[in-house]
Structure formats: C-alpha cells, structure tokens
C-alpha cells in the first residue's frame, strides 16, 4: 500500500503558475504509475495527467496539453504538477494518484490509490 501527499495548492491569478507536488510513503515508488486528477466544484472528478513508472511516458487530458507537465523523481519518491498559463477553469481540487498497473491504464479506469488533495484556486 502507498499513502499520498499533496502539496503545492493555493490562489493564483489568471496566467500564472503553480507546481503541485505529491510525495508517496513506501519503499516500492518506482513500482507505481504516478497521476493527477482534478475535481471542480459540482464536477466528477476527471484526468489531468499520468506518467509512467520509470517517467518515459506521459499522458495528458486535452484541456492541460501544452500548459502541464508531470514528471517523477523516483529516488525522492515524488511526482510533481507544473501548471503554467493557469485559467479561472482550472480551478478544481487536485488529486494525487497511484496505480500499479500501467500510465495509460491509469487515465482510462482510474488509480488504486488516491491523496488527500489540495485546493488550486485562479482568479480572473
């Protein structure tokens, strides 16, 4: 079992940038899909971004492509969000989550593990 924690999360303006980040309990990190999902109020929760074990692939949600990068830094047993050109519509808590399958079956079915989340806010 991995546990998550996210940090990162606050209020920014619209166009600015955070990076979220999520370090993960255990010995066995690099045994895990990484991802990130986001949940806006009234909303289901949906994708945002996964990377794979070893951080060779990524996949992203099409609304994010070209402004978010995941990435994964296996020996401090962390994943990371940046999001740049931040909109009003990116408002969501975020969700770190852990799968021990594959990336790509992560964005599609959801993880095995999920975080506490954390709260980004972007003003207009």
């Known amino acids: 079992q991995v546990q998550l924690v996210e940090s990162g999360g606050g209020l920014v303006q619209a166009g600015g940038s955070l990076r979220l980040s999520c370090a993960a309990s255990?010995?066995?990190?690099?045994?895990?899909?990484m991802g990130w999902f986001r949940q806006a109020p009234g909303k289901e929760r949906e994708f945002v971004a996964a990377?794979?074990?070893?951080?060779?692939?990524?996949y992203y949600a099409r609304s994010v492509t070209g402004r978010f990068t995941i990435s994964r830094d296996n020996a401090k047993n962390t994943v990371y969000l940046q999001m740049n050109s931040l909109k009003p519509e990116d408002t969501a808590v975020y969700y770190c989550?852990?799968?021990?399958?594959?990336?790509?079956?992560?964005?599609?079915?959801?993880?095995?593990?999920w975080g506490q989340g954390t709260q980004v806010t972007v003003s207009s």
């Open positions: 990377i794979s074990k070893s951080g060779g692939s990524t």
């Open positions: 255990g010995r066995t990190f690099s045994s895990y899909a």
């Open positions: 989550a852990a799968d021990r399958d594959t990336a790509y079956g992560l964005s599609n079915r959801g993880p095995d593990y």
